[in-house]
């Protein structure tokens, strides 16, 4: 595999050319550099790509913690958008498992 950076965009397109593993890979490039002092911006979009891309590689807890950090960023900067996503990839999660 090539060495791969992240760059705005090229996660989203890994993970919609269905390269899941790059895109966790490359979202969580993205969400460093967000997190990072002095970062301006927020992680929302990057977040709901990232529990989806988790979903897709089976990495179901980290999918759960990205969809209870963006549920959080939503409720706090009024994000419609990310909080549905959210909570549509918690439903997936717990469906996926057999649960409630």
Do not use: F
């Amino acid at each position: 595999m090539a060495p791969w950076t992240a760059t705005p965009g090229s996660a989203p397109a890994a993970w919609l050319l269905d390269e899941s593993e790059l895109a966790v890979r490359l979202l969580r490039e993205s969400l460093s550099r967000l997190r990072a002092p002095g970062a301006r911006g927020n992680s929302g979009a990057t977040l709901s790509a990232l529990q989806w891309a988790c979903i897709d590689t089976g990495r179901w807890d980290e999918a759960l913690a990205a969809s209870r950090e963006a549920a959080d960023l939503a409720s706090a900067y009024k994000m419609e958008a990310v909080a549905a996503s959210a909570s549509l990839a918690t439903a997936t999660v717990l469906a996926m498992r057999g649960g409630p």
